[in-house]
């Protein structure tokens, strides 16, 4: 199944039991060892849950009450798994994106489901007319079109969308990016990008990527934060912007004030509406600035040193994944000069959300990646299998592998140079490999979406994303599947009760009182 990699972070051992919330729905699903899992909701609260299973497709649709209106499972063609990309929600059906590859012809393969009345249809593929030498890049969708992004030799951009008429018809763009410096290593922009969907889970693991992609109407915004850049000092990086109007065919390149940074990356960014959110984490230092987007002149900022109390938390610093490679570790820094320490231990995160209320909520923090360890080659050793990402209307996703004995992995892949990067090998000759689910620091901060001040009264303050990852930790067993996304102005955690056999959808709200807790 498909889980964000920053969930692997909530293992914790430590608690006996959960707040009851609000269940939107429980449905029956046979999950077993899915490969996929997409849940996407509509505007009148009708809800899709989709995975791909051996060979078949499978999903259920809710309605607003969390009545199952519909549950099917079709055999998907030639038993490719249909990796979604990216899904529309059009006048009348959910409408997802997957891309098939047949040598070096490429598709896009959509497939519908209706919103009233659950029907399944698959809908014609569209080949891409490719230009030669072109990489790819990603697919997402946004509200109103499902783009398709490739770049070549030179750095240009060449971007399809589907058209206005047909969700099966594939328009054509193509941007050049004279203006915008090369980096120093090719295609690192390129590297890691994920599409910032509305419904992306705000989490340290999704924020901490250097390279976004913001969609406003006609317009995209790609975000680039800390890259090295030929012709320029390798210490002097800063924010850059590229924007790209699909009826003008035009680009613009625009940038922030430059930050000097050591060898790692040492801030990031994130656009929320029209505010631009450039967060810099250092050992000794700390600041957040706030800038207007249309014209990056600063509306906020923030700034403290490591001999300060880290006035702009509304919670506690936490930190989790620091155990041991079969654990993860969850705990609360509350020494001022280690706060500052750990939270610029990794590569910085930011991510900014809203709900219904007239505030802001931001988690900050970092991510650092897994260890490195090495040991001895035996074939019976435990190694995990390739993490898949993937493109999903939430933004990146993670598909995670699974621990299994080295014999049943053909030697060829463990020894070949280019698809051993891809194993978790501990014990094995790729023992090189990154294991682990990484560290994340970070507190949340919740701001008045006005004046961006501090919000500040008596007792906790709310935080849905805190309480979302609070519900998780305390889940005994831990779910093996699961999904977060935005339900209107609430979120929908969604996990699969293994010994029930069951999908349980748990709804999140501003000033919903949990129950008493359900002894495990």
Same mark, same amino acid.
């Given at each position: %199944?498909?889980?964000?990699?920053?969930?692997?972070?909530?293992?914790?051992?430590?608690?006996?039991?959960?707040?009851?919330?609000?269940?939107?729905?429980?449905?029956?699903?046979?999950?077993?060892?899915?490969?996929?899992?997409?849940?996407?909701?509509?505007?009148?609260?009708?809800?899709?849950?989709?995975?791909?299973?051996?060979?078949?497709?499978?999903?259920?649709?809710?309605?607003?009450?969390?009545? &199952? +209106?519909?549950?099917?499972?079709? =055999?998907?063609?030639?038993?490719?798994?249909?990796?979604? %990309?990216?899904?529309? $929600?059009?006048?009348? /059906?959910?409408?997802?994106?997957?891309?098939?590859?047949?040598?070096?012809?490429?598709?896009?393969?959509?497939?519908?489901?209706?919103?009233?009345?659950?029907?399944?249809?698959?809908?014609?593929?569209?080949? #891409?007319?490719?230009?030669?030498?072109?990489?790819? $890049?990603?697919?997402?969708?946004?509200?109103?079109?499902?783009? %398709? #992004?490739?770049?070549?030799?030179?750095?240009?951009?060449?971007?399809?969308?589907?058209?206005? *008429?047909?969700?099966?018809?594939?328009?054509?763009? +193509?941007?050049?990016?004279?203006?915008?410096?090369?980096?120093?290593?090719?295609?690192?922009?390129?590297?890691?990008?994920?599409?910032?969907? =509305?419904?992306? *889970?705000?989490? $340290?693991?999704?924020?901490?990527?250097?390279?976004? !992609?913001?969609?406003?109407?006609?317009?995209?915004?790609?975000?680039?934060?800390?890259?090295? +850049?030929?012709?320029?000092?390798?210490?002097?990086?800063?924010?850059? !912007?590229?924007?790209?109007?699909?009826?003008?065919?035009?680009?613009?390149?625009?940038?922030?004030?430059?930050?000097?940074?050591?060898?790692?990356?040492?801030?990031?960014?994130?656009?929320?509406?029209?505010?631009?959110?450039?967060?810099?984490?250092?050992?000794?230092?700390?600041?957040?600035?706030?800038?207007?987007?249309?014209? +990056?002149?600063?509306? &906020?900022?923030?700034?403290?040193?490591?001999?300060? /109390? #880290?006035?702009?938390?509304?919670?506690?610093?936490?930190?989790?994944?620091?155990?041991?490679?079969?654990?993860?570790?969850?705990?609360?820094?509350? &020494?001022?000069?280690?706060?500052?320490?750990? #939270?610029?231990?990794? !590569?910085?995160?930011?991510?900014?959300?809203?709900?219904?209320?007239?505030?802001?909520?931001?988690?900050?923090?970092?991510?650092?990646?897994?260890?490195?360890?090495?040991?001895?080659?035996?074939?019976?050793?435990? !190694?995990?299998?390739?993490?898949?990402?993937?493109?999903?209307?939430?933004?990146?996703?993670?598909?995670?592998?699974?621990?299994?004995?080295?014999?049943?992995?053909?030697?060829?892949?463990?020894?070949?140079?280019?698809?051993?990067?891809?194993?978790?090998?501990?014990?094995?000759?790729?023992?090189? %490999?990154?294991?682990? =689910?990484?560290?994340?620091?970070?507190?949340?901060?919740?701001?008045?979406?006005?004046?961006?001040?501090?919000?500040?009264?008596?007792?906790?303050?709310?935080?849905?994303?805190?309480?979302?990852? *609070?519900?998780?930790?305390?889940?005994? =067993?831990?779910?093996?599947?699961?999904?977060?996304?935005?339900?209107?102005?609430?979120?929908?955690?969604?996990?699969?009760?293994?010994?029930?056999?069951?999908?349980?959808?748990?709804?999140?709200?501003?000033?919903?009182?949990?129950?008493?807790?359900?002894?495990?």
């Amino acid at each position: %199944m498909r889980k964000l990699l920053f969930s692997l972070l909530f293992m914790g051992a430590f608690a006996t039991a959960a707040h009851a919330q609000k269940e939107f729905a429980h449905i029956e699903l046979p999950m077993n060892r899915a490969e996929d899992l997409v849940s996407v909701a509509d505007d009148e609260g009708n809800v899709v849950v989709y995975f791909y299973q051996g060979g078949n497709l499978n999903f259920a649709m809710l309605s607003p009450s969390g009545e &199952k +209106l519909a549950q099917h499972e079709i =055999p998907y063609r030639h038993s490719r798994d249909p990796q979604v %990309m990216g899904t529309r $929600v059009t006048a009348d /059906e959910f409408v997802f994106y997957t891309r098939y590859t047949n040598g070096r012809r490429e598709y896009v393969r959509p497939f519908a489901i209706n919103r009233y009345t659950g029907a399944f249809r698959s809908l014609q593929d569209v080949q #891409l007319n490719l230009e030669r030498n072109v990489t790819f $890049v990603g697919g997402f969708g946004d509200e109103d079109h499902f783009y %398709m #992004l490739y770049t070549d030799k030179d750095s240009n951009l060449h971007l399809y969308r589907d058209s206005e *008429e047909n969700v099966a018809t594939m328009d054509y763009r +193509l941007f050049s990016v004279e203006q915008m410096p090369r980096t120093r290593d090719r295609h690192a922009r390129e590297s890691g990008m994920i599409y910032v969907h =509305p419904d992306l *889970e705000r989490n $340290v693991f999704t924020g901490h990527h250097r390279s976004k !992609i913001y969609s406003r109407g006609d317009k995209l915004h790609m975000i680039f934060d800390g890259y090295s +850049l030929r012709g320029q000092k390798s210490r002097e990086t800063t924010t850059e !912007i590229l924007s790209l109007d699909w009826n003008t065919g035009k680009t613009e390149y625009r940038t922030l004030p430059v930050i000097e940074q050591r060898n790692e990356p040492s801030f990031n960014s994130f656009l929320h509406q029209d505010k631009l959110f450039r967060v810099n984490l250092e050992k000794d230092k700390f600041k957040l600035t706030a800038y207007d987007f249309n014209t +990056l002149q600063p509306l &906020k900022e923030y700034a403290f040193t490591d001999k300060e /109390e #880290l006035a702009l938390k509304s919670t506690p610093v936490y930190q989790r994944g620091a155990g041991g490679l079969f654990s993860s570790g969850y705990e609360v820094i509350e &020494k001022e000069d280690k706060v500052m320490k750990n #939270l610029a231990s990794g !590569i910085p995160a930011i991510t900014v959300d809203t709900y219904s209320d007239s505030t802001l909520q931001l988690t900050i923090g970092s991510y650092k990646a897994p260890s490195e360890r090495n040991n001895r080659n035996d074939r019976n050793r435990m !190694i995990r299998t390739p993490d898949r990402y993937v493109r999903t209307s939430r933004g990146l996703m993670l598909i995670p592998g699974r621990w299994t004995p080295a014999y049943n992995v053909p030697s060829y892949y463990l020894n070949s140079p280019y698809y051993s990067r891809y194993f978790y090998d501990p014990y094995g000759q790729g023992g090189n %490999m990154p294991t682990g =689910p990484g560290i994340s620091t970070y507190f949340h901060s919740v701001l008045d979406a006005n004046s961006l001040a501090k919000v500040e009264q008596e007792g906790d303050v709310e935080v849905l994303q805190e309480r979302v990852e *609070e519900y998780e930790r305390n889940l005994k =067993p831990e779910p093996e599947f699961q999904t977060v996304y935005r339900y209107g102005d609430k979120l929908h955690y969604g996990y699969y009760d293994r010994k029930a056999r069951t999908f349980r959808i748990v709804e999140f709200a501003h000033g919903q009182e949990p129950a008493k807790p359900v002894e495990e």
